[in-house]
């Protein structure tokens, strides 16, 4: 297994990151969520084409943060339909100020990996990501 330690965070980016991330662009997967093991970061579950932006809402923990990338189909105010790539850093205020540290500070690092992200995001809790606001960001 190829892994680079972040010197800042010592944190290593599992390869599958990278490899689920490409499917993902390829459009095999609608969203992935990643988190820290240990001294990495891995997969640790992958969303069908099929699943929806509340899928995905669901699957994060309401109490531990993780990283997440979501694969959203729109359509303009031209009415082109098109697709955002969204990095989301999921922080929410009931998890461990210890883990909080660790993804922020790993995050940048991480992201960096991820060839291809469109925009950005950080929530600490649901309303920070609805999907309003999602929608918004992407127009």
Same mark, same amino acid.
């Given at each position: 297994?190829?892994?680079?330690?972040?010197?800042?965070? *010592?944190?290593?980016?599992?390869?599958?990151?990278?490899?689920?991330?490409?499917?993902?662009? #390829?459009?095999?997967?609608?969203?992935?969520?990643?988190?820290? $093991?240990?001294?990495?970061?891995?997969?640790?579950?992958? *969303?069908?084409?099929?699943? !929806?932006?509340? $899928?995905?809402?669901?699957?994060?923990?309401?109490?531990?943060?993780?990283? =997440?990338?979501? $694969?959203?189909?729109? !359509?303009?105010?031209?009415?082109?339909? #098109?697709?955002?790539?969204?990095?989301? =850093?999921? @922080? &929410?205020?009931?998890?461990?100020?210890?883990?909080?540290?660790?993804?922020?500070? @790993?995050?940048?690092?991480? #992201?960096?990996?991820?060839? *291809?992200?469109?925009?950005? /995001?950080?929530?600490? $809790? &649901? @309303?920070?990501?609805?999907?309003?606001?999602?929608?918004?960001? =992407? /127009?």
């Amino acid at each position: 297994m190829n892994e680079k330690a972040n010197a800042a965070s *010592g944190m290593a980016v599992e390869d599958n990151c990278k490899l689920k991330f490409l499917e993902l662009k #390829k459009r095999t997967h609608r969203f992935i969520i990643f988190r820290i $093991d240990g001294q990495q970061v891995v997969v640790e579950k992958l *969303g069908s084409p099929q699943e !929806t932006y509340d $899928d995905f809402t669901a699957s994060l923990p309401a109490d531990e943060c993780r990283y =997440a990338v979501f $694969d959203f189909d729109f !359509t303009t105010n031209e009415n082109c339909q #098109k697709s955002k790539i969204f990095f989301i =850093a999921w @922080s &929410p205020d009931s998890s461990r100020v210890r883990m909080k540290m660790v993804y922020a500070s @790993s995050k940048d690092r991480f #992201k960096r990996e991820l060839d *291809g992200i469109q925009v950005e /995001l950080q929530a600490t $809790d &649901p @309303s920070e990501m609805s999907f309003d606001i999602i929608k918004s960001r =992407a /127009l």
